[in-house]
C-alpha cells in the first residue's frame, strides 16, 4: 500500500470540507452565509413600471385590491395595494427661456403609453443585509412582476421602507378612505352608464314613433 504524503491530507481534508460546505448549504444549515433576523416587521415597496401600453382609460391597479407578485420568475403570494400614481408618456420640449430651456409635455405621439407606480405592504424579516421577503432580499432594482385579473406587467422595485405601527395605522385609514371612494366613483360610473342607455332607448323609441306617425300620415 502506497504511503500517503502530507500534501495527500491537505487534498483529503480540502475535499470532505468542500463537500460538507456543499452540504450544509443545500440542507440551508449553514449559518456563516445568513444574516441573522433581527425583526419582523411590515415594509412598503413601491415598484415602477414604465412604457404600459394602456388603450383603457380605467387604471388597472386598484387601491386596497392584491396583486400576485412574481419576484426574479419565481412566483411568490399575493400582495395588498396601498397607492397607485400614474402619468402619461411625458417628453421634453425647448422653448426660448434662458434660466428654463426646456417644458415637459405629455407626449402626444404615444397617447397610449403610460408610467405607473405601485406601492405595495408586506410582512419582511429584517436583517442587517436589509428586508427579506419570499427569501429574496427587496432592494432598489429588485424585478418583480404584478399579475391581476386583466394584467400582467414588470417592473423593477424603486423605494423600500421600513413600517412602524403608526405608518401601518395611517396606511389603514388611508387605504378604506380611497376603497370607499372608488366605490362610490363606480356606483357613479353604472349610474351614468344607466342613464346614458334610458336615454338612448327613449331616443330610439321616439324615432320609431315619428316614423310610425309619418307613414300613417
Not at 422653448?95 to 407606480?117: A, K, L, R
Request: overall charge positive.
Amino acid at each position: 500500500m502506497k504511503k500517503l504524503k502530507p500534501f495527500d491530507y491537505i487534498i483529503i481534508i480540502a475535499v470532505i470540507a468542500v463537500v460538507l460546505i456543499g452540504a450544509l448549504a443545500y440542507l440551508g444549515k449553514n449559518k456563516f452565509s445568513k444574516s441573522p433576523v433581527e425583526a419582523t416587521k411590515k415594509i412598503a415597496f413601491q415598484v415602477m413600471i414604465r412604457s404600459v401600453s394602456l388603450t383603457d382609460a380605467k387604471n388597472p391597479f386598484k387601491i386596497g385590491e392584491e396583486s400576485f407578485i412574481t419576484i426574479r420568475n419565481v412566483p411568490y403570494t399575493k400582495l395588498q395595494i396601498i397607492d397607485v400614481a400614474s402619468s402619461p408618456k411625458k417628453t421634453i420640449l425647448p422653448v426660448n427661456n434662458p434660466q428654463q430651456p426646456f417644458i415637459v409635455i405629455d407626449d402626444y405621439s404615444q397617447p397610449f403609453q403610460f408610467d405607473f407606480v405601485v406601492t405595495l405592504i408586506d410582512d419582511a424579516k429584517i436583517t442587517k443585509d436589509g428586508p427579506v421577503v419570499g427569501g429574496n432580499k427587496i432592494k432598489i432594482g429588485l424585478p418583480i412582476v404584478l399579475e391581476g385579473f386583466n394584467y400582467r406587467i414588470g417592473g423593477s422595485i424603486s423605494n423600500v421602507q421600513v413600517l412602524e405601527d403608526k405608518d401601518v395605522e395611517m396606511i389603514n385609514k388611508y387605504v378604506a378612505t380611497a376603497k370607499k371612494q372608488q366605490l362610490v366613483e363606480m356606483l357613479q360610473e353604472n349610474a351614468d352608464a344607466q342613464s346614458a342607455q334610458t336615454a338612448n332607448e327613449d331616443k330610439k323609441q321616439n324615432t320609431k314613433e315619428e316614423k310610425t306617425q309619418k307613414s300613417a300620415e
